[in-house]
């Protein structure tokens, strides 16, 4: 390894940590919230769906929150990215680096929150009488790195295009909020009637989130989900990394 790879890396790991620590820093309960948040919101779909509407469906609990725990990774690294370069303009402005570190930095830190989430969903898969298998060593790993594929992807177009357009914020917020809903978190994909299955296929993180969900809840990895999601990983990285790297020839000068 020579020296610039170690410096670079070196940088890397100094804005992963500045991510993780500066998000809870005057927080009482630190970084138990990034743990608090999904499960109090896997509660208040639990809540709504199984006592109030009685949504009947067995294992609900770990069916919610090996979605839940996942996508919180995907909508939190894609809505702070969006802001990632604007809020360090002044840092771009001074320091010679690879700009794409600080997307990188932002998606890393959210996924050491995925990662503490993890002993939850084991626990739970205990609870409702599995046990992981040789699948999770495997399919885990896998899917970290098609999700930050496609997260990457997805978080360089929209930070960039935020620099020149700065009404993206505002649109980011209600495409995540809208791809919520049109995702199979808190309802199975057979429950879609047939014909409006095709929309839910088009969203980027549909076999994404049914590949986490085979692994916790039937100790399976689905290679038709995986091949989808891998496919749409290597479609959106690549498209992300060439409009980034087109744009930000203008990006000292925009911002």
């Known amino acids: 390894m020579n020296k610039k790879t170690r410096q670079q890396l070196d940088l890397l790991k100094l804005l992963v940590k500045k991510e993780i620590t500066l998000k809870y820093k005057r927080t009482y309960m630190g970084f138990l919230w990034s743990l608090l948040n999904p499960l109090l919101t896997g509660l208040v779909f639990f809540i709504a769906f199984r006592i109030f509407m009685r949504f009947e469906m067995k294992d609900y609990t770990l069916f919610l929150l ?59 898969v205990y609870y409702y009488g599995k046990t992981p298998a040789l699948n999770w060593f495997i399919g885990i790993p896998l899917l970290i790195v098609v999700q930050f594929a496609v997260t990457y992807g997805i978080a360089l177009i929209i930070s960039m295009v935020n620099v020149f357009f700065r009404d993206m914020e505002h649109i980011v917020n209600v495409c995540v909020n809208m791809l919520f809903w049109m995702t199979p978190i808190i309802y199975p994909l057979k429950a879609v009637p047939e014909r409006y299955r095709v929309y839910l296929s088009i969203n980027p993180v549909t076999y994404l989130m049914q590949s986490w969900r085979d692994i916790f809840l039937n100790n399976t990895i689905n290679w038709y989900n995986m091949s989808i999601s891998f496919v749409t990983a290597i479609a959106v990285f690549g498209a992300g990394s060439l409009i980034f790297k087109r744009l930000d020839k203008r990006l000292d000068e925009v911002l």
């Open 66 to 124: 090996a979605a839940l725990f996942p996508w919180t990774w995907f909508s939190a690294s894609v809505t702070m990215s969006t802001n990632t370069l604007t809020s360090n303009a002044s840092l771009i402005k001074k320091v010679l680096f690879p700009k794409h570190f600080l997307i990188v930095a932002t998606i890393m830190g959210q996924l050491v929150n995925l990662v503490f989430a993890l002993p939850i969903l084991l626990v739970l």
